[in-house]
């Protein structure tokens, strides 16, 4: 079992930036894709960004630019920047993991493990 903890969330003005942390229990990164999405009040929850076993980055189209994810295998830990935070960004973040590669990494339905999350909050 793989357990994810998210930390870094909180609460910025438009224009912030934040970086979010993913802590695995156990060394996974080399051999996971790691993604990290979003759920904002109201709505579904939405792929932001994800780093293949190759270190392939893919990012949704309202981030990219934006939002950077990159993993450090040493500490077991995926990270986050955002930059440039809208308010629109609000939502509570979680990362996933799955073994391997997927068709679609920025898919929710192709992760198997989850984190708790951690809540964003943009203000104007």
């Known amino acids: 079992q793989v357990q994810l903890v998210e930390s870094g969330g909180g609460s910025v003005q438009s224009g912030g930036s934040l970086r979010l942390s993913c802590a695995a229990s156990?060394?996974?990164?080399?051999?996971?894709?790691m993604g990290w999405f979003r759920r904002a009040p109201g709505k579904e929850r939405e792929g932001v960004a994800s780093?293949?076993?190759?270190?392939?980055?893919s990012y949704a189209d309202s981030v990219k630019g934006r939002f950077t994810i990159s993993r450090d295998d040493v500490k077991n830990t995926v990270y986050l920047q955002m930059n440039s935070l809208k308010p629109e960004d609000t939502g509570t973040y979680s990362c996933a993991a799955v073994r391997g590669a997927t068709w679609d990494p920025l898919k929710d339905s192709e992760y198997n493990y989850w984190g708790q999350g951690t809540q964003v909050t943009v203000f104007s």
């Open positions: 780093i293949n076993t190759n270190n392939r980055a």
């Open positions: 156990r060394y996974i990164y080399s051999s996971y894709t």
